[in-house]
């Protein structure tokens, strides 16, 4: 529908009182009279509540079909069923779920075999998120007509893929609009100026509408377009209508305001009682702040043509639209015409199959770029209207083409989202939604993109774990980002990111070996601080490798070495012009001659496993030093030891002084694996 969601009008129903005390044969003659006028009145009732279903008046025909339901014969299911179907569509128009739900379902147990109560049904369950029932109902659609119905499918798509788009969202965040939103409906936000200080939108508020009474069609009154401002502390003011002769008794909204702040359309549906006007296109003149009587807009000849939901391009050359006119995809498509002058349009164009679906494509609007928002109940989606984002394609000149993308969630839900409005050139605006409303009713939501932020941070040191003063951290980015920068004399730095990008850095020294990281921000949402710390081995002097592990007497690797040796790997990929020697160690216990052999062998080992690494077997010698290496107790083992102290030298005459345990932990710190820089110019010449 091209009005304002719909709402229930509360019917009341009068009943009348038999007096069972009369002599029989009077009771029988009333009986008989009041059988036959009974009968006269059911059927003039449905009569009329079947002409408002058809002028499109659900708020009356609705509640009238409701009261018409209990007084069918039991047996007679069949028009039971069909009266239940007409009163889930009314709900269902109305966007009151759980009363159309409960009608359909009174259909279905009637065994109706109606495919538009399948529809009306998959429809409804789908925005109560009721998705797996949804899909049987849609199935049952596209059983009865499998070649017409083909447009189902996205449907039913969505159905068995929508749990999983749920769990992937976009960037904006949203916010319920408390300020500008009345406990009846509000919706069709439209930003008045560049800085978004001033909104336009539709309400259907209760003390404040022109029109008094309350629409047979929505059930509530007539919407009018109303004005709200921010305040000179930054705040929003209270919503009121657009002063002068601008709002009528009739049904105003969904308006835009063209760039320059001049002109605004807007949808103007007209009421008369026993017709269906449909919608037309007004506009109004801005002149000395105040908006001028409205005019309607001749966007077609045939004045029978509704056309609806007015946008205007960016550029002022085109007036975007809705109508359900033929030459369409089925549904209400978007179309545009040329502008000409204030007063004269091209002929309408149909956007084409790329935006338009056999559902209702509607609310289109631009960003100041060109790019169209519209929501559309015919893709692939959440349930209801969705937002959708359409990118041009197409070179200028050439016939336009189109990127359609959903915006997921938390803009697009369940229920029906659109009216997509952006605030000057940023990336935040308003949008309508009907999500989470019992009655109904739509309200305006704000969206932004939050800021975030990403940093890195940590510290430089060497492979004694004091400060490297002098590093320098090279950040190379795939956006193109390539910097340097310098630590503090602690070691310490810190770097701000970039969102959606893949980062490498390094760290480096003179004197030490350099070390490489990697971190990514790609798809992260939400602020984060990552730690990356960086190790420097100096140069020339023995790194111990820890978590090397071998059988006791044997030179065969273990399987929990693999992450040591990895980041051997590493370093050499990392410094690809050094070459090392890799140096094995044993403890006292055994042979000199047997723990020489035995880390010979073990040095071997290491070497062929890089080389089987993919490292360059000229960069790599290896050499057994059995015991004849002792380690020297520096600071960092001194603190992990107690019963160490700084320039202990672990060989057997110190170690003799030690208890067993301690002596066993002596023996486990000589057993080493070391690699010692030989040259830092390999292949540089």
């Known amino acids: 529908m091209f009005l304002a969601k719909k709402v229930i009008f509360v019917s009341f129903i009068k009943t ?28 003039y009732q449905l009569k009329k509540a079947d002409m408002k279903y058809a002028l499109g008046e659900y708020a009356a025909a609705g509640p009238l079909y409701k009261r018409i339901l209990p007084r069918i014969p039991a047996k007679d299911k069949e028009t039971r069923a069909v009266i239940s179907t007409k009163i889930g569509h009314c709900y269902k128009y109305l966007n009151v779920n759980t009363k159309s ?15 538009e109560l399948y529809l009306g049904y998959a429809d409804v369950l789908m925005r109560m998120e009721n998705y797996s029932e949804a899909r049987t109902y849609y199935r049952k659609y596209l059983a009865a007509d499998s070649v017409n119905n083909t447009w189902v499918m996205p449907l039913i798509t969505s159905c068995n893929n929508v749990k999983q788009w749920q769990k992937i969202p976009s960037d904006y965040s949203v916010t319920k609009m408390n300020a500008f939103n009345d406990r009846r409906g509000d919706f069709g936000p439209a930003v008045g100026d ?29 919407n009018d377009i109303y004005v709200v401002k921010k305040d000179i502390k930054g705040k929003w003011d209270k919503p009121l209508p657009i002063p002068g002769d601008f709002n009528s008794t009739n049904d105003e909204g969904a308006c835009t305001v063209t760039a320059d702040g001049r002109m605004m ?29 409205p005019q309607k807009v001749e966007l077609v ?4 043509i509704t056309t609806a939901h007015p946008a205007m391009s960016p550029d002022d050359s085109y ?20 502008k000409k002058s204030d007063n004269e349009w091209g002929t309408p164009v149909n956007l084409g199959p790329e935006i338009n679906t056999a559902g209702d494509e509607m609310f289109p609007t631009f960003r100041y770029d060109g790019t169209l928002y519209f929501s559309s109940n015919g893709r692939l989606g959440f349930g209801g209207l969705d937002i959708y984002k359409a990118e041009k394609t197409n070179k200028k000149g050439e016939k336009d083409t189109w990127k359609v993308t959903n915006l997921l969630t938390p803009v697009n839900s369940s229920s ?21 409303e019992p009655k109904g009713y739509d309200k305006i939501y704000m969206f932004d993109v939050p800021e975030v932020e990403f940093v890195v941070k940590g510290q430089v040191l060497d492979n004694k774990g004091e400060p490297v003063s002098d590093a320098v951290i090279r950040i190379i980015g795939d956006n193109g980002v390539n910097t340097k920068i310098k630590v503090k004399k602690d070691g310490s730095y810190k770097y701000k990111l970039e969102k959606g990008v893949k980062y490498v850095m390094q760290a480096s020294a003179r004197g030490f070996l350099n070390e490489k990281g990697e971190l990514s921000t790609v798809g992260l949402r939400n602020t984060k601080s990552f730690t990356n710390d960086f ?9 111990t490798v820890d978590n090397i592990f071998f059988d006791f007497g044997k030179y065969t690797l273990r399987k929990e070495s693999e992450e040591a040796l990895q980041g051997i790997v590493k370093r050499l990929n990392d410094n690809p012009n050094i070459t090392i020697e890799i140096g094995a160690h044993t403890d006292m216990v055994g042979s000199e001659d047997t723990n020489m052999n035995l880390s010979a062998k073990r040095a071997e080992s290491v070497v062929k496993y890089l080389i089987e690494s993919g490292i360059d077997k000229e960069r790599l010698t290896s050499k057994g030093y059995g015991e004849t290496k002792p380690v020297e107790v520096d600071a960092e083992l001194a603190k992990e030891y107690s019963f160490l102290k700084e320039g202990d030298i672990l060989n057997e005459e110190f170690l003799m002084t030690l208890t067993d345990d301690e002596r066993e932990m002596a023996n486990q710190i000589n057993r080493r694996i070391e690699f010692t820089v030989l040259k830092m110019t390999y292949k540089m010449f």
């Not at 190790?535 to 790194?543: C, D, R, S, W, Y």
């Open 416 to 436: 029906d989202d659109f009216g997509m409005t952006f605030i000057g050139k940023e990336d935040r605006g308003y949008f309508s939604s009907n999500r989470q």
């Open 194 to 222: 560049d800085d978004g200080n001033v909104v336009y939108l539709t309400s259907s508020r209760k003390n404040q509408a022109m029109g008094r009474k309350l629409s047979k069609i929505t059930g509530v009154r007539n």
């Open 16 to 43: 009348t009182k038999i007096d069972m005390r009369r002599k029989p044969l009077q009771y029988i003659v009333l009986t008989s009279l009041i059988i036959a006028s009974t009968s006269c009145s059911l059927s």
């Open 535 to 543: 190790g420097l081995p100096a140069a020339g002097k023995p790194v």
């Open 319 to 338: 007036l975007y639209f809705v109508s359900d006119m033929e030459g369409g995809y089925g549904g209400k498509d978007i179309w545009r015409c040329a």
């Open 265 to 293: 359309y807007f949808t103007l549906c007209r009421y008369e009682a026993g017709k269906t006007l449909g919608a037309e296109i007004y506009r109004s003149e801005r002149s000395g702040g105040e908006w001028m009587a």
């Open 301 to 304: 000849k045939d004045s029978s």
């Open 101 to 115: 739900s409960g009608a359909y379902r009174t259909a279905v147990r009637y065994k109706s075999k109606d495919p």
